[in-house]
């Protein structure tokens, strides 16, 4: 099974272990063979492997009021302003990429709802910002 060499007051061990069944273990020291008895059982420990499944629903999109001239784009969780990919005066259509926003170690990308142009950029690249933090603002 498994060959290990022990170093005693300066007297060398080749120890062989030949069997190993519940107390009881076979062994090999220098070419004579033993068995031996453990006073307690060795017991293996169980680490879990935790395996998380894939969410069944959809990203849910920000809310944007169809009506409203003016729209903000806030923070849906609380996170860290990764990047930000619009300036003020840029025109946007519905899907383009605002922004990214990392939350529990995650990437969000943050995409708009509505056409527009950017009227004002109220978060910086490493800010942190609170979940429903006015981020962007559209008109």
Do not use: C, W
Not at 85 to 95: E, F, P, Q, S
């Amino acid at each position: 099974m498994k060959n290990f060499e022990f170093n005693i007051q300066n007297n060398t061990y080749h120890v062989k272990i030949l069997s190993h069944e519940g107390n009881d273990i076979a062994l090999e020291v220098n070419g004579t063979t033993y068995s031996v008895k453990l006073k307690q059982e060795i017991k293996k420990t169980k680490t879990p492997t935790l395996v998380r499944a894939a969410s069944k629903r959809p990203a849910e999109p920000l809310k944007v009021n169809p009506s409203s001239s003016k729209t903000k784009i806030v923070a849906p969780i609380p996170g860290v302003v990764l990047s930000i990919d619009i300036k003020v005066g840029d025109t946007i259509k519905i899907g383009d990429r605002l922004l990214v926003l990392e939350a529990m170690k995650m990437e969000n990308n943050i995409t708009s709802e509505k056409a527009g142009t950017v009227t004002s950029v109220n978060v910086s690249v490493g800010q942190q910002v609170l979940q429903n933090e006015i981020m962007i603002e559209l008109e």
